[in-house]
């Protein structure tokens, strides 16, 4: 269940690697995904909340047990 969030973390970085904000800015990856007002696509963030999303039912009792949504 460790790595069920692996492919979406990578598509995530992916995606924030083609943005203005780390390309252009030269911010790091983690300072560009937090932003409360996104200089990143819709992709973008559309990734980053099933990512949140992902990560959150690994701590979820219930979907411990039936295991996470696969990516």
């Known amino acids: 269940m460790a790595k069920s969030c ?3 973390a990578m598509e995530l ?4 690697s083609e943005t ?3 390309k252009v800015q030269k911010r790091p990856y983690k300072e560009c ?3 409360k007002v996104p200089n990143i696509t819709s ?3 559309g990734l980053r909340e099933t ?3 992902c990560k959150r039912g ?3 009792m219930r979907a411990r ?4 949504k696969g990516y």
Do not use: H, P, S, T
Not at 65 to 68: A, C, D, L, S, V
């Open 6 to 8: 692996k492919g979406l």
């Open 13 to 16: 970085v992916k995606c924030l």
């Open 20 to 22: 203005d904000c780390v």
């Open 33 to 35: 995904a937090g932003e």
């Open 43 to 45: 992709e973008c963030v």
């Open 51 to 53: 990512y949140f999303n």
């Open 58 to 60: 690994q701590v979820d």
């Open 65 to 68: 047990i039936r295991g996470n």
